[in-house]
């Protein structure tokens, strides 16, 4: 073999700039082959076949596949099982190293584990490098020598540990290899199809990043923190889709986090780290409760009310708004992420696990660590250094979050006409007016599924196992 040539695997990191495989297998003076596999083992999972994120990631691809070239080499695309088709193509190349950045979910350990071993049987190495986080294993630990289990402690000793050296950029320059075996599939030749990606306002790829980026660096990132809990403003970055696959580099926006002083916002991309961490040291996460005894908690079965979350038909406008902007367009504002998962867990009774898996099918951002934590902070099994007693009363959310009902109006249009003070709660409206407005609770409109002070007793009873004896 030519010791002088290795193959970068691209994963959730589709960008040609500040990418710590590529820089990292550049780093020799090798020639360098480029690679992304449309793994079957998740996509023969999906339940459509206009599936966004796979829209969204064959069009980012494109565009890896245009910045390769110009640098002289080009995106070899395969499809099938990952694992198995990075081992033949590494053997094919004839390189002595594959390069990739590391994933933290359980089920990519175990397939990387498989691929190193695989090709370690043909003196092939598999190097794995730390690029979608700040931080990682032991690099923040406790006075204990034990990973954190709290955010804020955390979040403070991320901060101290923190040095200029951690958000470097990585330089991406070099030969590359293999433009002419290089090119990127049509949808249609994978089994999928392009999506509404357009109508629902996303723009995949480098230079859609680079567009938020810039539009949230410029009007948005000096009053993150005052503005990002109000779902009817646009006070956040929106680029969540991004970080999850990696298509602009978290190393920067730390960077620049920094330099504008911008701590709630920095504050957000630690939280990121904060549930990587958590994943990686805890995979019993994925199934369980991060705090073993919530696991003795008995929810509901009630499927009827499950139904009614999914499709926002709760009858807390709210709730119900935030449930169709998810299923409409495939994103959820994170305050109301908060909300609905509370609703779920507090009001209705239900497992967390439902509502995490929902979000996971329909979430273009879906990212395993911060679905599964935010939905465990929810569910109070998390990490979370708040009683189990903490319950969102939908209700008081509404009127906080949304005080004149503009995010309502957007999602539940049959409550137009509704003014800014009955828009939260329509069952209060008397019915004369109902009926005068055209908006007739249980006819218009579902009546509340549940008493939320009801509610809030039967979890508190619920929750009961948890409670330390005395």
Known sequence: MNSNKALVWFRRDLRDYDHAALSAALAGGRRVYCAFVFDTDILDALPSATDRRVHFIHTALLELDDALRAK?????????????????????????????????????????????????TTGIAFELCKDQVIFEGTDVLTQNGQPFSVFTPYQKA?????????????????????????????????????????????????????????????????????????????????????????????RRLVGEALAQQADSWLNELIWRDFYFMILDHHPHVVRHAFKPAYDAIRWADWPTGFAAWCNGQTGYPLVDAAMRQLNDCGWMHNRLRMIAASFLCKDLGLDWRLGERYFAERLIDFDLAANNGGWQWAASSGCDAQPYFRIFNPLTQSKKFDPEGQFIRRYLPELAGLDNRHIHAPWLLPATEQQALGVVVGRDYPGPIVDHAQAREATLARYAVVRKPA
């Open 72 to 120: 002289g080499g080009g995106l070899i695309v395969r499809h099938g099982a990952a694992g198995r088709e990075i081992a033949a193509l590494a053997r094919e190349l004839g390189v002595t190293t594959v390069f990739a950045n590391r994933d933290y979910e359980p089920a990519a350990r175990q397939r990387d584990a498989a691929v190193a071993a695989d090709l370690r």
């Open 158 to 250: 991320w901060r101290k540990r923190l040095s200029s050296a951690d958000y470097a950029t990585y330089p991406c320059a070099g030969q590359l290899a293999g433009g002419e075996l290089a090119g990127v599939p049509e949808l249609g030749a994978i089994g999928f199809a392009a999506s509404d990606l357009g109508a629902v306002g996303i723009r995949p790829g480098m230079s859609g990043a680079r567009q938020l980026w810039d539009d949230f660096r410029r009007q948005g990132l000096a009053d993150y923190g005052s503005q990002r809990d109000f779902p009817a403003r646009r006070g956040v970055s929106y680029l969540s889709v991004h970080l999850r696959f990696g298509t602009l580099s978290l």
